[in-house]
T-cell receptor
Framework: SQQGEEDPQALSIQEGENATMNCSYK?????LQWYRQNSGRGLVHLIL?????REKHSGRLRVTLDTSKKSSSLLITASRAADTASYFC????????????FGSGTQLTVLP | NAGVMQNPRHLVRRRGQEARLRCSPM?????VYWYRQLPEEGLKFMVY????????ESGMPKERFSAEFPKEGPSILRIQQVVRGDSAAYFC????????????FGQGTRLTVV
């Protein structure tokens, strides 16, 4: 399987509920980033967490990173219909140039 | 400060034609990256450029694809003799100096080969 695999592939929840998406990766990283992509649009950067950080918050977003398990999670609290999108994790690999390696994404649907 | 600008947004080419995709990075950004996204998939890295230099092209197909980032003007991704399998969304991203900084993405160019 590829670097940066998201789980689940698809998630459907009611407005107001929390959404949790997970990402696993294989090799050592410098940082891990989460992006959102609305259908047919570009990517919007959500949050970056460095390899020496364990948790980061931004508004309704909470990201954790466990380098021992090579995994990260993105929590969206009090979800809204406007949060409906695909969410991707992307890793910046150690020893590599600055490009990102993306997973295949989680499709989140928030039902009103 | 305008974001990363890509044009055109949509491009239709017949098999065998050339496709030219343009990307203007954010002001002050000297690093440009090109990614390709097939339907229902994540982005796949193609090439990383700094001004006038290709830093890493390990994700670029060896034939028909080329990229440049001249001293003046936008970065260009060029696909010669396009085939149906080249149909995809092509995204450009830019980042400033400094390791580990986030990349900012453009809206993408959707290439359709008919």
């Amino acid at each position: 399987s590829q670097q940066g695999e998201e789980d689940p592939q698809a998630l459907s929840i009611q407005e107001g509920e929390n959404a949790t998406m997970n990402c696993s990766y294989k090799t050592s990283i410098n940082n891990l980033q989460w992006y959102r992509q609305n259908s047919g649009r570009g990517l919007v950067h959500l949050i970056l967490i460095r390899s020496n950080e364990r948790e980061k918050h931004s508004g309704r977003l909470r990201v954790t990173l466990d380098t021992s398990k090579k995994s990260s999670s993105l929590l969206i609290t009090a979800s809204r219909a406007a949060d409906t999108a695909s969410y991707f994790c992307a890793t910046g690999l150690k020893g590599s140039a600055r490009q990102l390696t993306f997973g295949s994404g989680t499709q989140l649907t928030v039902l009103p | 400060n305008a974001g990363v600008m890509q044009n055109p947004r949509h491009l239709v080419r017949r098999r065998g034609q050339e496709a030219r995709l343009r990307c203007s990075p954010m002001k002050g950004h000297s690093h440009v990256y090109w990614y390709r996204q097939l339907p229902e998939e994540g982005l796949k890295f193609m090439v990383y450029l700094q001004k006038e230099n290709i830093i890493d092209e390990s994700g670029m197909p060896k034939e028909r694809f080329s990229a440049e980032f001249p001293k003046e003007g936008p970065s260009i991704l060029r696909i010669q003799q396009v085939v149906r399998g080249d149909s995809a969304a092509y995204f450009c991203a830019s980042s400033p100096e400094g390791a580990g900084t986030e990349a900012f993405f453009g809206q993408g160019t959707r290439l359709t080969v008919v």
